[in-house]
């Protein structure tokens, strides 16, 4: 028998854990869901916890890159610009005079969307260019 004082831990399974935390659901719902206390999770799970989540945020990343960069599928496009161009589906007046909101659709916002990779990547050609320019002037 254990010296140690109060109950014994109860046993938990990991690998449900494991899924539902890289399932992003909150503490409360997994602690819920394997019976045990939010307080007990974050006890003995909060450092996995946090190592599962962010392995699942990189791999969800990874696959929605993927999608909108090599595949140029919208929803992929629409989620990374709103994630990393402060892109939104409503876009605010500028102007003082009025309050109101102008809702894009989604094939507008791809059509946006699709002009500012095109920007983009023009941009890389030029800058990639003018390396090429540089480096060949070096060299005579």
């Given amino acids: 028998m254990s010296n140690k004082p109060g109950r014994p831990l109860k046993e938990i ?20 869901c394997l019976g045990i206390h939010v307080d007990t999770l974050h006890g003995r799970f909060s450092e996995q916890m946090e190592q599962w989540r962010s392995e699942s945020k990189g ?6 890159f993927d999608e909108a960069v090599n595949k140029r599928e919208p929803w992929a496009l629409k989620a990374l610009a709103q994630k990393h161009l402060d892109y939104s589906d409503r876009i ?4 003082e005079n009025t309050n109101r909101e102008i809702s894009l659709s989604d094939a507008d916002l791809t059509a946006q969307l699709k002009d500012e990779w095109q920007k983009y990547e023009d941009r890389i050609k030029d800058s990639d260019s003018s390396k090429l320019k540089k480096t060949e002037k070096q060299k005579k």
């Fill in 92 to 95: 605010k007046s500028e102007n």
């Fill in 13 to 32: 399974n990991e690998e449900l854990l494991e899924k539902l935390t890289k399932l992003h659901l909150s503490d409360k719902v997994i602690a819920d």
């Fill in 59 to 64: 791999k969800i990343a990874e696959v929605l």
